[in-house]
Structures are given as structure tokens and as C-alpha cells.
């Protein structure tokens, strides 16, 4: 049995699909709501569903996991509820880590490029640079916060799970993300803004010396993602902090271009003022290093931005059917 938090979220989902394919037993902890969120679990259902705030009595229960996928957590880049953020974000994280570890159950867990700041200090994977990051929100910040706890236990050599990997995923995207409202990726935003016959909308730089457009993030396709879980699932000795991107920086402009192409769309661009409460908050270049995830052994390639973008317009937004 595996157990999936906000496993009917964006990734959550996407991944639980995946395990039924397989034919895994899976138990998903989330909300499901009231805004239609149980349509990304309603192609594969798991075996429960438990509310978060039920899932201690469930492990308590003494369940026979295998393995903990945590992906569950406060993930806006604009929350302001601090103590509620540390206490999913970290606290959570923490009780999870220590179960798994008292009990054998190997344990993957989200963290996020967030975690880097403004990119001025790199993008290394290196836990040995954990100390140097300054995330730039609270949600950073508290992702930030259990990579450390994470490296520091380790160096305290305290007891840990058997497996254990955290993931520090860039800029994802791809189907089932429809729940995430102001969170949704800016690929579903650029499709429906062509889709409708407006032009897509961009941000101006609000960095001296860089271009309108040429903001540039590690997009990364859904399914990327799950296939590397998928690998650390079939790889138990693997173990670490990594980066989960790409490895290669494209710019906004490019994307806007690919959804306009995936849609059959002319290329309009409109470049509009860049609102006041991301100023000083918006990372204008991401690029993750993948080194340390190809010398772990991962060897799959990851999707080209053209063709994810692609597959997301063409196999999913462009049809009546949108989920996985």
C-alpha cells in the first residue's frame, strides 16, 4: 500500500494515476471540496480518501505502507498565514519523516525551487548549500525550512526512513491543475487567453537590462515528474535532495509562441505591467542543475517544452475530456 499526500491535487493526482495503472494499492490524504476537485481521482480511484486532518488516526492504525509520497502542502506563493503554513508545511512533514522512519516505510517528499530565492545564489542542489538560500515568500521559506531539518537530522545522524528523497520541483505543468485557481501554471492561463482570441498576456520585465518576454523559468511537463517517482519507487537505494527540472531555462515569450502554435493560434503577444505584489517577489530566471539526479541514475529525458506543451493543448484543453 502507498500512501499519497494531496494525492488529488495537480501532481498528487497525476501520480495516483500512475500507481493504479500499475495496480498499486494507494490511500490519498486531501481535501476534495467542493469545487469538482474529485474529477482528478475519477479515472482511478484509490482505495480511501482520508481528510488531513484525519490522517494521524489513520497511521496510528499502523497501516501496511511501503511507501509515503508527501506532496500535500500549503503551496501558494502568496500565503500570508504563517503559523498555518508551518504547521502543513513543515510540521506535518516532520511527523511524516519520523513515522516512516520508526516504522521502515521509505518516504519521498515535495520541496520546491522556491526554496532559491531570487536565483542569486545558484540553483545547486548540494545540501552542503542549504544555508546560503533566502526564499523569497512564505511558502519558500517553510519548504526551505524542512530541507534543513531534513540534512540536519542526517548530519545528527538520527534515525531516518530507509528510503528517502526530496524533490525541488521547478515550474510544472500539465492536466488536473484546473483546482489551483490564481496557482494554476501560466501555460493553462496563456491557452485559455489565446483560446478565447485575445493575444497572450506577458509580464514587462521589472529587471534592469532584460527584456520584455525574456523572463526565463525550467518548465517542466507533468509527466516528467511522475515518471522520476515512478524511477525513485522501483530504486530504493536511491537517496537525496535533487532538483527536478528539465536542465534548461526557456523564456516566456517561447512558451506564449508554443501555445499559440499547439492552438492554432497567430503568435500575439501583449506585454502588460507587472502587478505590484509580485515586485520583488517574481524569480525572472530558473534553471535547474540536474547533475546530481543523472549521477543518482536517472536516466529518462525529460519532455521538450514544445512538445509538453503540446500534448497539454492538443490531448487535454483541446478536447472535451481534460482530466487524466
Not at 46 to 65: A, E, K, N, Q, Y
Amino acid at each position: 500500500m502507498i500512501l499519497v499526500t494531496g494525492g488529488a491535487g495537480f501532481i498528487g493526482s497525476n501520480l495516483q494515476a500512475a500507481l493504479a495503472r500499475r495496480g498499486h494499492e494507494t490511500v490519498v490524504a486531501d481535501h476534495l471540496g467542493s469545487d469538482g476537485k474529485w474529477r482528478n481521482l475519477a479515472k482511478h480511484p484509490p482505495s480511501r480518501v482520508i481528510p488531513p486532518d484525519r490522517l494521524r488516526d489513520f497511521l496510528d492504525t499502523r497501516p501496511p505502507l511501503e511507501m509515503v509520497f508527501h506532496l500535500g502542502a500549503v503551496s501558494e506563493t502568496t500565503a500570508v498565514d504563517g503559523d498555518h503554513t508551518w504547521a502543513t508545511n513543515v510540521e506535518l512533514s516532520r511527523y511524516l519523516w519520523e513515522w516512516c522512519a520508526e516504522r521502515g516505510v521509505r518516504f519521498v517528499y515535495a520541496s520546491s525551487a522556491a526554496t532559491y530565492g531570487d536565483g542569486t545564489q545558484g540553483f545547486d542542489d548540494d545540501p552542503a548549500l542549504l544555508d546560503g538560500l533566502h526564499p523569497l515568500n512564505l511558502y519558500g521559506w517553510t519548504k526551505h525550512a524542512f530541507d534543513l531539518l531534513v540534512t540536519r537530522s542526517l548530519s545528527q545522524a538520527r534515525e531516518r526512513p530507509p528510503q528517502w528523497a526530496g524533490l525541488k520541483f521547478f515550474n510544472v505543468y500539465g492536466p488536473n491543475e484546473y483546482h489551483k485557481g490564481k496557482m494554476i501554471s501560466v501555460v493553462k492561463v496563456k491557452h485559455d487567453e489565446v483560446a478565447s482570441g485575445a493575444p497572450a498576456r506577458l509580464f514587462k520585465s521589472d529587471q534592469p537590462g532584460l527584456t520584455d518576454g525574456q523572463q526565463a523559468r525550467d518548465f517542466i511537463w507533468i509527466g516528467d515528474i511522475v515518471d522520476v517517482m515512478l524511477w525513485l519507487l522501483d530504486t530504493p537505494g536511491v537517496n537525496g535532495l535533487f532538483n527536478l527540472g528539465t536542465g534548461r531555462a526557456r523564456t516566456y515569450l517561447d512558451l506564449a509562441h508554443a501555445v499559440c502554435d499547439a492552438a492554432g493560434r497567430e503568435r500575439r503577444v501583449e506585454f502588460i505591467d507587472m502587478p505590484a505584489s509580485l515586485r520583488g517577489q517574481y524569480q525572472s530566471f530558473t534553471q535547474a542543475p540536474m547533475e546530481r539526479l543523472r549521477a543518482a541514475g536517472y536516466a529518462g529525458q525529460f519532455t521538450p517544452l514544445e512538445e509538453g506543451i503540446r500534448r497539454y493543448v492538443q490531448d487535454h484543453l483541446g478536447t472535451s475530456d481534460v482530466y487524466v
